[in-house]
């Protein structure tokens, strides 16, 4: 079966830093491309940053730039969402998700969210 098993969510508080872990199985991992999305309460979901798994590229959203870092570790069959200086409106569930490619907005696997709840 297919699996994106998201972790690290919690709360912190604003300015801290949290380190999400998106272990995946049950696909071909360097096949997809691995993206972390957000939704906050009345929100849309919105993709945060993506990461190429052949090579390693990422793209990444303006939300992320400067604060938040993908990353990859193949050998795991992980991808990682650093996040850094976090505000109050970074609150929202988080989820990873698998994609033929970072450059199309279409989803081939979606996982589960974890929570992230950043305090003021």
């Known amino acids: 079966d297919v699996q994106l098993q998201a972790s690290g969510g919690g709360l912190v508080q604003a300015g801290g830093s949290l380190r999400l872990s998106c272990a995946a199985s049950?696909?071909?991992?360097?096949?997809?491309?691995i993206g972390w999305f957000r939704q906050a309460p009345g929100k849309q979901r919105e993709v945060i940053s993506c990461i190429r798994t052949s090579d390693g590229r990422t793209y990444d959203a303006d939300s992320a730039k400067g604060r938040f870092s993908i990353s990859v570790d193949n050998t795991k069959r992980t991808v990682y969402l650093q996040m850094n200086s976090l505000k109050p409106e970074d609150t929202a569930f988080y989820y990873c998700?698998?994609?033929?490619?970072?450059?199309?907005?279409?989803?081939?696997?979606w996982g589960q969210g974890t929570l992230v709840t950043v305090s003021s």
């Open positions: 049950g696909f071909p991992f360097t096949n997809y491309d």
């Open positions: 998700a698998a994609k033929g490619s970072c450059e199309v907005p279409d989803v081939n696997f």
